[in-house]
């Protein structure tokens, strides 16, 4: 349907590190606000990447609007498998795959939600391809900060 407020991503993604390794520095929750400038007000209810915890936070793209949202993490299975309920501005599902690739990893990462602001399913209509750049920019700069991450020593 045209102008509806849905994002559908699937994207894979390489990385340095072993599956495991990887997993490793996820774990590290406390962390991602730090690297993420995107994120603000960022917590944690229950353990980190576990089954039942969730995730709160506000998406701050770089455009004039913000989301809250809820991540509800449904299956974790260590080091590979994120299944999560994304809820709040934001309503959908989203995964997260890692698979060994050579001595690192390939990350695939793939969600649909739909917005539910009222005013952003209003823009959707009309600026649609303003609303991609601002969720493009800030996946890419959801991975440049987490390869940043892993490139610091002692993180």
Same mark, same amino acid.
């Not at 809820?70 to 795959?97: M, N, Q, S, W, Y």
């Not at 009309?126 to 490139?151: A, C, I, K, S, Y």
């Given at each position: 349907?045209?102008?509806?407020?849905?994002? &559908?991503?699937?994207?894979?993604? =390489?990385?340095?590190?072993?599956?495991?390794?990887? /997993? =490793?520095?996820?774990?590290?929750?406390?962390?991602?606000?730090?690297? /993420?400038?995107?994120?603000?007000?960022?917590?944690?209810?229950?353990?980190?990447?576990?089954?039942?915890?969730?995730?709160?936070?506000?998406?701050?793209?770089?455009?004039?609007?913000?989301?809250?949202?809820?991540?509800?993490?449904? %299956?974790?299975?260590?080091?590979?498998?994120? &299944?999560?309920?994304?809820?709040?501005?934001?309503?959908?599902?989203?995964?997260?795959?890692?698979?060994? =690739?050579?001595?690192?990893?390939?990350?695939?990462?793939?969600?649909?939600?739909?917005?539910?602001? %009222?005013?952003?399913?209003?823009?959707?209509?009309?600026?649609?391809?303003?609303?991609? /750049?601002?969720?493009?920019?800030?996946? &890419?700069?959801?991975?440049?900060?987490?390869?940043? %991450?892993?490139?610091?020593?002692?993180?």
């Amino acid at each position: 349907m045209p102008g509806r407020p849905v994002f &559908d991503y699937r994207r894979e993604y =390489e990385f340095a590190l072993a599956p495991a390794a990887m /997993w =490793e520095r996820m774990e590290h929750l406390e962390q991602f606000e730090r690297s /993420w400038p995107w994120l603000q007000e960022f917590r944690l209810e229950g353990g980190p990447l576990a089954a039942g915890s969730v995730l709160r936070g506000v998406i701050a793209p770089p455009l004039p609007y913000r989301m809250r949202i809820r991540v509800e993490l449904t %299956r974790c299975e260590p080091p590979g498998i994120i &299944d999560a309920v994304v809820g709040g501005d934001l309503k959908g599902e989203a995964r997260l795959r890692l698979r060994a =690739e050579g001595t690192g990893s390939r990350v695939e990462v793939a969600w649909t939600v739909e917005m539910m602001q %009222r005013p952003m399913r209003l823009a959707s209509r009309f600026g649609r391809p303003l609303l991609q /750049w601002g969720h493009d920019r800030v996946v &890419d700069m959801t991975v440049n900060g987490f390869r940043r %991450r892993l490139e610091s020593p002692g993180e």
